[in-house]
């Protein structure tokens, strides 16, 4: 595990601990503080929201649109916004201020963007617009690793690396012509990445953290306008997956083999082999499953009321 350098531990402690209070209310200093340092004593300052109050404010703000509720929607998740750009700091070393400025810009569209009603966190949800508004903003600015503006450059990018490894394991030398064949860009796009990106690669499939399912690459976007659809896809799988849980919870026997075995795995058995299974016909077991998906149809428009929106084959559940 990679030990935490000293600035981290800091700042994970200002983020966790509440501050101390003087007698007058106000912060007790413990010795000098840096920007950041001063920054983030400052957002201590703000309450964090319980479930409830977030989920009151947030629906109140939905109906409403008041400045006054936003702004305290946005301060209460501040410290969600610097731990976020912890995880990006190694790809911009200039200034980690201009991560969080971006972080709370991308905070800012996510409460405009928000809908209550989707059972989604909002503390979830924002931080898809978070991780966006950072990457992006580390992408345009990184001067050591300039992605570059044509649609062959960032193909280059997010793909040079992997191509390499790939043409080494088959036992191929990576040169610029097999690597421009490979991906279909000019061979001296892949001579300037290639000096562009020198000795430091970034692998952008990457985890964000050990640990973590979630990837760099999966934040970037390929314009500023696509950031909302990036994050619905992800607030729409995130909300489905919780939803179907369960759904499948109530079901029993027969009806939740087949609803696992038939409409959740990537590879469904087939009717006949669950039909043996059960010692029944194929034709009762496709009789389950649409009665099935009748139910899981109603199950899901009563907790999500525009399900008939959502893209990406839901229409078929």
């Not at 290639?194 to 690669?201: A, H, K, N």
């Not at 899901?300 to 008939?308: F, T």
Request: net charge positive.
């Amino acid at each position: 595990m990679t030990r935490k350098r000293e600035s981290e531990k800091t700042t994970d402690k200002i983020l966790d601990l509440p501050p101390p209070n003087n007698e007058s209310g106000g912060l007790v200093p413990i010795g000098p503080l840096g920007p950041l340092q001063q920054y983030l004593a400052e957002v201590s300052r703000y309450p964090l929201l319980s479930r409830e109050e977030e989920e009151t404010l947030t629906k109140e703000y939905y109906k409403t649109r008041d400045p006054k509720l936003a702004s305290k929607i946005v301060t209460a998740n501040l410290r969600l916004v610097v731990k976020i750009a912890l995880d990006f700091q190694k790809f911009w070393m200039q200034n980690f201020s201009d991560l969080v400025q971006e972080g709370n810009i991308g905070l800012m569209q996510a409460i405009k963007k928000y809908d209550p009603y989707k059972g989604v966190k909002f503390s979830y949800y924002s931080s898809f617009w978070i991780k966006a508004y950072i990457l992006k903003f580390v992408m345009d600015n990184w001067r050591l690793v300039k992605i570059g503006t044509t649609q062959a450059q960032r193909k280059l990018f997010y793909n040079l690396g992997k191509e390499k490894s790939q043409l080494l394991a088959l036992g191929f030398e990576p040169v610029p012509k097999l690597i421009s064949d490979r991906l279909n860009v000019p061979e001296k796009d892949v001579i300037d990445m290639e000096q562009r990106m020198g000795s430091w690669e970034l692998s952008m499939d990457a985890p964000v953290k050990d640990g973590s399912e979630d990837k760099y690459l999966d934040f970037f976007p390929a314009d500023v306008t696509s950031v909302e659809a990036d994050v619905a896809r992800k607030e729409i799988k995130a909300s489905l997956k919780e939803h179907l849980a369960t759904f499948a919870e109530q079901l029993h026997g027969k009806e939740r083999v087949i609803f696992v075995e038939r409409l959740l795995t990537e590879e469904p058995k087939t009717l006949q082999e669950l039909g043996t299974v059960f010692g029944v016909s194929r034709e009762r077991v496709r009789q389950i499953e649409t009665r099935l998906k009748k139910k899981l149809r109603k199950f899901l428009q009563k907790r999500i009321p525009d399900l008939g929106s959502y893209p990406e084959g839901i229409e078929d559940v």
